[in-house]
Antibody
């Protein structure tokens, strides 16, 4: 069955960095677009980045453009998100989610990893 | 950017009730409209995609409809397992952006 497991979250100071990982299993990872969606009490659900199946297509929300970088390693069935210059308003649960081959929605989600930015 | 507004933000209902949640878009959207259910401490779960298609394994009491700027999620006969928060989500093919509504919390009356 499809499984997505995020890791790498934690408590950091403003301005610091983190790298999130998402380990995928149960499907042909290299055939799917993948995304990072975050959820915070103040901003609700926000799709902040997604990446095409080969890694050549990338999208970033304005809120993270220039600070976050999405990548993937299809040989390792893994998705990554590098978070730099973190701010307090980046505090959220970060979910890894799959987009289906046909359609523009999110059909499988991981359990999420919590990122807290505070001094 | 297309804004998605859900109504109501919260509602209370009883088991067996018929419940309707509305999602309004700030401009005309295509058929890229989905609905999710989220329970406390869990990730959102896909219920409906492309306005009215039921995701595999989702009970048939859930249905979706609408077009243009107004969409609805209907639960025909509320079950105890349905008390949760519901979100709509749209995709804008021009901007490549995915946007969620602010959520509707469905509680027990």
């Amino acid at each position: 069955q499809v499984q997505l497991v995020e890791s790498g979250g934690g408590l950091v100071n403003p301005g610091e960095s983190l790298r999130l990982s998402c380990a995928a299993s149960g499907f042909t990872f290299s055939g799917y677009y993948m995304s990072w969606i975050r959820q915070s009490p103040g901003k609700g659900l926000e799709c902040i980045s997604y990446i095409g199946s080969s890694g050549s297509t990338k999208y970033y929300a304005d809120s993270v453009k220039g600070r976050f970088t999405i990548s993937r390693d299809n040989a390792k069935n893994s998705l990554y998100l590098q978070l730099n210059s973190l701010r307090a308003d980046d505090t959220a649960i970060y979910y890894c989610a799959r987009l289906p081959r046909s359609g523009n929605h999110f059909d499988f989600w991981g359990r999420g990893t919590l990122v807290s930015v505070s001094s | 950017d297309i804004q998605m507004t859900q109504a109501p933000s919260a509602l209370s209902a009883s088991v067996g009730d018929r419940v309707t949640i509305t999602c309004r878009a700030s401009q005309n959207v295509s058929t890229w409209l989905a609905w999710y259910q989220q329970k406390p401490g869990k990730a959102p779960k896909l219920l409906i995609y492309d306005v009215s298609n039921l995701e595999s394994g989702v009970p048939s009491r859930f249905s979706g409809s609408g077009s243009g700027t107004e969409f609805t999620l209907t639960i025909s006969s509320l079950q105890s397992d349905d008390f949760a928060t519901y979100y709509c989500q749209q995709y804008n093919s021009y901007s490549g952006m995915y946007t969620f509504g602010q959520g509707t919390k469905l509680g027990i009356k």
